[in-house]
């Protein structure tokens, strides 16, 4: 038996988050199922973190104990072969036995796209969040500058499972600005509850004009959750990168014509 650890990518419209629950189709159950389709064997998928439904993700970190004689490369086509569509598999290497993705977690880095077009967008309806209404982007990037350092963050706080503190430390926060959309780029060692996407309803309200861009500051010395913006909808949000003190899936990957595209990041 050895410890594999995998790169996910997954598209959340189709799932009810990631963690298995009864009746609903989640990513770990997909995995899990796509396995035991495979080898007839019953395993656990450790992700590094639970995100919601409708949250999609480019590189989720998960590890999972396996006994079987393929090597790396064939247990991954293996598994894109068998798992659920919206689900992808994109690297798996064996690690060492007591690597964790969850708990050697160092931060992870979030991603909130906006399309701004007058008209609702004809495509990728849930692959991102429109806004319609005019937005002022120097005032967001004002705001932005508030969230990072260490803070209590208990004013976007979202009802969820039990933390011992509210207090997270935002690395970065930067934008990404094109013709017909936006994204914010978010890194952080932790994250409450929906409070990436109660970032992204704060600046769209200081977008908009409804607050000022000083009253970031305000909102969170208050630690009053009514006081900042609402909590953003999931489409918009991707989990980019989970980051670790090692170097995780650091090789060129390689398919059996060579390198599978001109860009590898």
């Keep these: 038996m050895r410890n594999v650890r995998l790169e996910i990518a997954y598209d959340g419209s189709r799932f009810f988050g990631w963690q298995r629950q009864e009746g609903f189709p989640s990513v770990q159950e997909a995995l899990e199922d796509a396995y035991r389709c495979l080898t007839g064997d019953t395993v656990v998928v450790h992700g590094a973190g639970r995100t919601d439904t409708g949250v999609h993700a480019l590189r989720q970190v998960a590890h999972l104990h396996v006994e079987t004689k393929l090597d790396d490369d064939r247990l991954r086509h293996a ?26 977690a160092r931060g992870k880095r979030y991603m909130y796209l906006v399309a701004t077009t007058r008209f609702r967008p ?31 963050f208990s004013a976007l706080a979202s009802a969820g499972s039990p933390r011992k503190s509210n207090v ?25 509850y929906n409070m990436v ?11 908009r004009g409804k607050l000022e861009p000083r009253a970031v500051h305000e909102i969170l010395a208050s630690r009053d959750r009514k006081l900042a913006g609402p909590t953003a909808p999931p489409e918009g949000l991707y989990l980019v990168s989970v980051l670790y003190d090692e170097s995780v899936f650091p090789r060129r990957d390689r398919g059996p014509r060579g390198a599978p595209g001109v860009f590898q990041y």
């Design 197 to 207: 996407r109660t970032i992204a309803g704060t600046l769209l309200d200081v977008g």
């Design 79 to 104: 598994l894109n072969a068998h798992v659920a569509p919206g689900v992808v598999v994109r690297r798996l290497e064996t690690c060492r036995d007591d690597f964790h993705a969850r708990f050697d």
């Design 168 to 192: 997270r430390r935002i690395r970065s926060l930067h934008f990404l600005a094109r013709r017909e959309r936006f994204a914010f780029v978010v890194e952080g060692d932790g994250f409450l």
């Design 122 to 152: 004809p495509f990728g309806e849930k692959l991102m969040h429109w806004c319609e209404q005019p937005l002022d982007l120097v005032r967001m990037r004002a705001a932005a500058d508030a969230f990072v350092g260490e803070h209590d």
